[in-house]
């Protein structure tokens, strides 16, 4: 839980369980309502994306304030966040930029 002492930490956690939320959406919730005929998971799963992805915009916007990341670097993990998969490859690149902890 060491992460999530910092914003970037926090960003990459929510991060990650935003996109596994995602792919739930578009991966099981979606096909389940148009080629199954069932749309019962829609409201549970999609109301859990919205809430996550919500909390997602407002750890982005905490690290934009605390100066963890710059304003292009927002705009990229934010249009990543918009496309299933790629927050994963880019979760890497947000670890790189966390700085080890002293203590």
Request: proline fraction near 6%; charge should be positive; glycine fraction near 6%.
């Amino acid at each position: 839980m060491h992460f999530l002492i910092t914003s970037l930490g926090r960003l990459r956690g929510i991060a990650i369980i935003e996109a596994i939320s995602y792919l739930a959406l578009m991966g099981f919730a979606m096909p389940m309502k148009y080629y199954f005929g069932d749309p019962s998971y829609i409201p549970v799963i999609g109301m859990a994306h919205g809430v996550l992805f919500v909390l997602f915009c407002a750890a982005l916007l905490q690290t934009l304030i605390d100066g963890s990341v710059n304003l292009l670097w927002c705009v990229i993990i934010f249009i990543a966040s918009l496309i299933p998969i790629v927050p994963f490859f880019l979760d890497k690149k947000i670890a790189a930029m966390t700085k080890p902890s002293t203590t």
